[in-house]
């Protein structure tokens, strides 16, 4: 066998055929585990995609990062409003153990509840662009701006009528911002191509 051994009934592979390869610090067949190291070097990247699938990430995968995402952020926001208010409300107490339980009794209660509110609104606000997009089965701005308005209603649906309809208006209003600045630089090329 030339190239350095191979198991019994295996092909050998001479140095010739490897004259291509860069072998940095490997021989040309591995001993051990009889590997061509051609099979190594790749020259792309490569994913491995289930049949019919994007590249992208979809709605139902980008809902897990949106809704941890949005507990981090509630509980960050939260502990530093707890601690302004904690600070505000001891401020005629000296430096204490007491003052400090109250502080951070304050942190931690603000934080909690900034966390659960912004994971609710977040959870429905995927639940809703999930089912969106299953239903009509595109993906567009369309769906975000439709899953906001649902979940601004749906959230403040305790409140009446009104609060439904100012429930709405506030998510459409958010989620409709949110497109439009997702898509600025397509609407400005556009136009700017109108214009000439």
């Given at each position: 066998m030339e190239g350095?051994?191979?198991s019994?009934?295996?092909?050998?592979?001479s140095h010739a055929d490897l004259a291509g390869v860069p072998l940095t610090g490997m021989n040309p067949l591995s001993p051990y585990l009889n590997v061509d190291p051609r099979y190594l070097v790749q020259d792309t990247d490569e994913f491995i995609l289930p049949t019919g699938a994007n590249k992208t990430r979809g709605r139902f995968e980008l809902a897990f990062f949106t809704i941890g995402g949005c507990c981090?952020?509630?509980?960050?926001?939260?502990?530093?409003?707890?601690?302004?208010?904690g600070l505000k409300e001891t401020q005629n107490m000296a430096w204490s153990k007491p003052r400090n339980v109250q502080i951070l009794n304050m942190v931690t209660r603000q934080g909690a509840l900034w966390a659960?509110?912004?994971g609710s609104l977040a959870l429905l606000y995927s639940a809703f662009g999930v089912i969106i997009e299953k239903t009509r089965g595109a993906e567009?701005?369309?769906?975000?701006?439709?899953?906001?308005?649902?979940?601004?209603?749906?959230?403040k649906c305790t409140g009446g009528l009104r609060g439904i309809a100012r429930g709405g208006l506030t998510g459409l209003t958010?989620?409709?911002?949110?497109?439009?600045y997702n898509?600025?630089?397509?609407?400005?090329?556009s136009l700017l191509q109108q214009s000439l």
């Open positions: 350095g051994g191979g019994a009934g295996g092909a050998g592979y981090m952020t509630g509980a960050a926001f939260g502990a530093m409003n707890g601690l302004r208010l659960n509110t912004l567009d701005d369309l769906n975000t701006v439709a899953a906001g308005t649902m979940t601004g209603m749906l959230y958010l989620t409709s911002l949110y497109a439009l898509n600025w630089e397509h609407m400005k090329g």
